[in-house]
């Protein structure tokens, strides 16, 4: 149990197109869902908590309207990276908390490449 | 915000060694969790815990919550190559629903 998926796994871009990445929960429903960013050899960095039915959250120095966030379905959040630059290049990851639950469960992450 | 301090960052394993790291924290947790991360995938859990001094084993694997909940071990027992990756402790913040993570303890086989 407790399966999170992503889609597409790894995504080549050329710079100024936007991308947009999914995140399901596939066996349970998740009103949360969470979005990291991971740069090579660091830890996990929280961009934005995506809440079901309403606004997402971003944390500080992420910009809203770069990096749109959708979380239309109990089970799918999504991810757009508008008008991505090569510093956008970086691997996505989503995390999903289980209703009343504490435990984040994560997908294999979406790398990005923008030339 | 609060924070995690994981160590080792790195450290280098013989097939069949045990080998342990360490999370610490100046605030404290009410759950503790334990993620291991494969190249190229994301996080994995191997172990919760909830509440202070709870020992939990998962295999070849043991984690326990210290008892003032500001720390918590991870040991992997009688270690194989594919115990190589990137171990992350990592607990919600006081409030809401964040994580916080440590950074990372980078296990590697030794050549």
Known sequence: GAVVSQHPSRVICKSGTSVKIECR?????????????????????????????????YEQGVEKDKF?????????STLTVTSAHPEDSSFYICSAKQDGGETQYFGPGTRLLVL | GQQLNQSPQSMFIQEGEDVSMNCTSSSIFNTW?????????????????????ELTSNGRL???????????????????????????CAGPEAAGNKLTFGGGTRVLVKP
Do not use: C
Request: charged share 15%.
């Open chain 1, 68 to 76: 749109l966030i959708n979380h239309a379905s109990l089970t799918l």
């Open chain 1, 25 to 57: 929960s596939l066996d349970f429903q998740a009103t949360t869902m969470f979005w990291y960013r991971q740069f090579p050899k660091q830890s996990l960095m929280l961009m934005a908590t995506s809440n079901e039915g309403s606004k997402a959250t």
């Open chain 2, 62 to 88: 043991t984690a326990q919550f210290g008892i003032t909940r500001k720390d918590s071990f991870l040991n992997i027992s009688a270690s194989i190559p594919s115990d190589v990756g990137i171990y992350f």
């Open chain 2, 33 to 53: 969790l334990w993620y291991k991360q494969d190249p190229g995938e994301g996080p994995v859990l191997l172990i919760a815990l909830y509440k202070a001094g």
